[in-house]
């Protein structure tokens, strides 16, 4: 069964920063997309960021101009850099890795902005 493996979720004041990585198994390769969701409590689940191949990325409106997500194809990884937290940023965050045949959840890391 094929794991994702996400780190870097945690506990950060308001208009402060976190970085998240989500590790891919050497056996997943030529992603068609890789991205972050996240599901806040009594909401659906929701797309942060995404980069698709051959594209650039894409980014939900409400994280526009704070959240950066990067791909390292030599590691099979992806990051989400998130700046300038905020409240409603509270959720589980997600990563997601799709291909032609497959596509793969990670098992969520918790993000908690609060004073």
């Known amino acids: 069964q094929v794991q994702l493996v996400e780190s870097g979720g945690g506990l950060v004041q308001p208009g402060g920063s976190l970085r998240l990585s989500c590790d891919a198994p050497?056996?997943?390769?030529?992603?068609?997309?890789m991205g972050w969701y996240r599901q806040a409590p009594g909401k659906q689940r929701e797309l942060v960021a995404i980069v698709i191949n051959g594209g650039r990325p894409n980014y939900a409106d409400s994280v526009k101009g704070r959240f950066t997500i990067s791909r390292d194809n030599a590691k099979n990884s992806v990051h989400l850099r998130m700046n300038s937290l905020k409240p409603e940023d509270t959720g589980v965050y997600y990563c997601?890795?799709?291909?032609?045949?497959?596509?793969?959840w990670g098992q969520g890391t918790q993000v908690t902005v609060s004073s």
């Open positions: 997601n890795v799709e291909g032609d045949t497959y596509d793969y």
């Open positions: 050497e056996s997943i390769f030529n992603f068609n997309a």
